[in-house]
């Protein structure tokens, strides 16, 4: 079964750093691009970031360019997204996914709280 | 950005009776290659997002054939068709053909 699950949710404050990870089973994960997407009550499913299978190209949304880094380690299954200089919008659930912009499987999701 | 607009927000249905979701885009989603890559994710409370329908009518697999979806250019549909208690939740339409892709806002579907 494909699965993607997603660690490193925690309550940070604003101006903080904090690095989520995304490990995949049951499929050959150095074969596929991954994203993060992620979900707020009030902007709704957000596209962040994604990576090429082997890591040698990225996309940035415009709303994450210059704080958020995606990388991956195919050795250990992991997609990550490093975040830094975050902000109270930034606050959400973030999910990672397989296949942009196909964006299937899902995972369960990491809630990622800023807030002093 | 394709700005994705889906109608309506709030959907109350009677058991077995069928359901409508329209997505509307701001730019045709026909893609160079002649494909237009509009997908449906349904989310049942307290879950993650779940692909239903690819390239506005393909089913993914274990998918009831009571979904289906349709339309072309900006203007798309989700049917259910005798809508079932496990429907309950969020739709949402996306675009994959234009870069940054992006989301409806969503659609909740409750039960009557």
């Known amino acids: 079964e494909v699965q993607l699950l997603e660690s490193g949710g925690v309550l940070k404050q604003p101006g903080g750093s904090l690095k989520i990870s995304c490990t995949g089973s049951g499929f050959s994960f150095s074969s596929h691009a991954m994203s993060w997407v992620r979900q707020t009550p009030g902007k709704g499913l957000e596209w962040l970031s994604s990576v090429t299978d082997i890591g040698d190209d990225t996309s940035y949304a415009d709303s994450v360019k210059g704080r958020f880094t995606i990388s991956r380690d195919n050795s250990k299954n992991t997609v990550y997204l490093q975040m830094n200089s975050l902000r109270s919008e930034d606050t959400a659930v973030y999910f990672c996914t397989r296949d942009p912009p196909w964006f299937d499987p899902w995972g369960q999701g990491t809630l990622v709280t800023v807030s002093s | 950005d394709v700005v994705m607009t889906q109608s309506p927000l709030s959907l109350p249905v009677t058991l077995g009776q069928s359901a409508s979701i329209s997505c509307r885009s701001s730019q045709s989603l026909v893609s160079s290659d002649g494909i237009t890559y509009l997908h449906w994710l349904q989310q049942r409370p307290g879950h993650s997002p779940r692909r239903l329908i690819y390239k506005v009518s393909n089913r993914d697999s274990g998918v009831p054939d009571r979904f289906s979806g349709s339309g072309s250019g900006t203007d798309f549909t989700l049917k259910i068709s005798r809508v079932e208690a496990e429907d309950v939740g969020v739709y949402f339409c996306?675009?994959?053909?234009?870069?940054?892709?992006?989301f409806g806002q969503g659609t909740k579907v409750e039960i009557k």
């Open positions: 996306f675009q994959g053909t234009h870069w940054p892709w992006t």
